[in-house]
């Protein structure tokens, strides 16, 4: 599987601010996601992001809170905006390797002042 | 609706017994199932899948899972459990009718006793 990696792996940002984070992956792949990982949950798909066309938002999320770019076949970013402490949680990223199974990246833990 | 279920919130289980954590599944179609497992403060690791063919599959670390359609369960197991196996882990399916996101279950931990 290609290596895929985050940045920040964590942060402590103060209400109303905003955070980009980014996640690099060391092959071209065609589908990336973003996933959020709050405290004590599970996971829940926040978006899918293809290289050249907008994100596609799970319910319940909203561009306008969670910008995605999709720049080129090996990288993404997701903005959380306006934070509130209710976004306090692990950010995750992932690729579908050609198994059908996704691989995930370390995480961005987020915690909101 | 497709889901995942895992019934229990925590196993506990001594080093050297066997071990089994639970899934359920409820997909329409042909289920693709995964079970992920997360160490504190790390990402989420596969661990196997089950797609089609043989019932048992095995994957990283010596486990292993049973998939049984007529239960709808997908059941991780692994012979001898070690204490470094204690960790979070996470039954998943793929809604292969959308993008195929994965839906999780809602993780169990497995507590390893020396």
């Known amino acids: 599987s290609a290596v895929i990696s985050q940045k920040p792996s964590r942060d402590i940002c103060q209400r109303g601010t905003s955070l980009t984070i980014q996640c690099q992956v060391d092959?071209?792949?065609?589908?990336m996601f973003w996933y959020r990982q709050q405290p004590g949950q599970s996971l829940t798909l926040i978006a899918t992001?293809?290289?050249?066309?907008?994100?596609?938002?799970e319910s319940g999320f909203v561009i306008d809170k969670f910008p995605i770019s999709r720049p080129n076949l090996t990288f993404s970013t997701l903005t959380v905006s306006n934070m509130s402490p209710e976004d306090s949680s692990i950010y995750l990223c992932?690729?579908?390797?050609?198994?059908?199974?996704?691989?995930f990246g370390p995480g961005t833990r987020l915690t909101v002042l | 609706a497709q889901s995942v279920a895992q019934p229990e919130d925590q196993v506990n289980v001594a080093e050297g017994n066997p071990l089994t954590v639970k899934c359920t599944y409820s997909?329409?179609?042909?289920?693709?199932l995964f079970w992920y497992v997360q160490y504190p403060n790390r990402g989420l690791q596969f661990l196997l899948k089950?797609?089609?063919?043989?019932?048992l599959v095995k994957g990283s670390y010596g486990f292993e899972a049973e998939f049984n359609k007529s239960q709808t369960s997908f059941h991780l197991k692994k012979p001898s459990a070690l204490v470094s196996d204690s960790a979070l882990y996470f039954c998943?399916?793929?809604?292969?009718?959308?993008?195929?996101?994965?839906?999780f279950g809602q993780g169990t931990t497995l507590q390893v006793k020396p």
């Open positions: 992001a293809n290289q050249g066309s907008e994100a596609t938002y």
């Open positions: 092959s071209q792949v065609t589908m």
């Open positions: 089950y797609i089609t063919g043989d019932n």
């Open positions: 997909v329409s179609g042909n289920p693709y």
């Open positions: 992932s690729y579908f390797g050609g198994g059908n199974e996704q691989f």
């Open positions: 998943a399916v793929r809604d292969i009718r959308s993008t195929g996101k994965l839906i």
